[in-house]
């Protein structure tokens, strides 16, 4: 085994004992905020129906465990979390990793393609306008993604619903496909393309502001390096200069960006899937908040942290890539 593959699996142990720690932390947290709203799911149960005295009440609390004191319905869910066992949703008769894993691809599938368009047009627009500082060009994206940074996700999806969809009927309001169509493989990947066209630009807009003045920053400070005027003395064209030599270092402080604002994407996502009906995990989060289905809430959040702590990860192993001078350790 060589020097770097013994540092590469140090660093990941390292990384997986903090995981499992981050976790824990996000597992206790979250079950003991969500058992001091007062009230839980029979009593919503009751208050739907109607007809429901406290003898049937009592039952159902019994046979839900929620009689139990609070430690000891912590110590049995940390139990079957262990075991891979995320709860039961009585709400949709279903266990809760079977509902969250049935929505989580359509979530990874926003949260992806969203963070790809803003990190691509973001840092685009930032290059350029560096390589133009200070001139109109350079004067239009500062403003342009200044509007962007300002408007809210809700405001930029419903906007975007009004003029394609209802004014232009270019583009489908809701939902990830067209129902009651027989398609083939090619044909269901133009449809979910074109469902996923609106929700994608409504919550990468405000992303593609923050990426393009990152950028834009990172770009000037590095095209005053020594080594990038050393690159034109030597007679290199400004794209060889840019992509080959500037490009590198200014996506630094933008791929560590990307990292930290993953959990705001997926926090992001509860939104914009809220207003296209996206069937992704965030719709599911919103409906069990107000139906109390505490055991779908907490399967939702420890799944997402899972994802966002896998990310992070792949994202300090690329930070490694663009950067040689940062050693995988911890």
């Not at 350079?138 to 619903?161: E, K, R």
């Not at 719709?283 to 809430?297: K, M, Q, T």
Request: proline share 4%; glycine share 8%.
């Amino acid at each position: 085994m060589t020097a770097l593959n013994r540092h590469l699996l140090h660093y990941l142990g390292w990384r997986l004992l903090q995981s499992l720690v981050v976790i824990t932390i996000v597992v206790i947290g979250s079950f003991m905020l969500l058992h001091l709203v007062p009230g839980d799911m029979v009593d919503v149960l009751g208050g739907q129906r109607g007809d429901m005295d406290a003898e049937l009440m009592a039952t159902l609390r019994t046979r839900y465990g929620l009689d139990q004191p609070m430690l000891v319905q912590l110590f049995n869910y940390v139990t079957g979390v262990l075991q891979g066992d995320l709860g039961y949703s009585f709400r949709n008769s279903n266990t809760v990793l079977s509902l969250v894993l049935q929505r989580l691809p359509a979530t990874i599938l926003l949260v992806v393609c969203s963070v790809a368009v803003a990190v691509f047009i973001g840092t685009l627009a930032g290059v350029f306008a560096a390589r133009h500082v200070h001139r109109p060009i350079d004067v239009i994206i500062s403003m342009v993604v200044l509007i962007f940074y300002a408007t809210p996700v809700f405001m930029t999806g419903l906007g975007l619903v009004i003029i394609f969809s209802v004014k232009l009927k270019l583009l489908p309001v809701g939902g990830l496909t067209t129902p009651g169509v027989d398609m083939t493989t090619l044909q269901m990947v133009g449809d979910v393309a074109q469902h996923l066209i609106l929700p994608v630009l409504s919550l990468s807009l405000f992303y593609i502001a923050i990426y393009a003045r990152l950028a834009r920053a990172s770009m000037l400070q590095v095209l005053n390096q020594d080594y990038i005027r050393t690159a034109y003395a030597k007679g290199l064209g400004t794209s060889h200069v840019i992509i080959g030599h500037a490009l590198r270092n200014a996506l630094l402080p933008v791929v560590t960006m990307v990292g930290l604002q993953i959990a705001e994407l997926f926090g992001g996502a509860v939104l914009t899937e809220t207003i296209f009906s996206l069937p992704g995990v965030g719709r599911l989060a919103y409906d069990s908040v107000f139906e109390r289905d505490y055991p779908l809430i907490l399967g939702v959040l420890v799944v997402c942290s899972f994802v966002i702590i896998l990310v992070n990860l792949i994202i300090d192993l690329i930070y490694t890539l663009l950067d040689p001078r940062v050693e995988v350790s911890r």
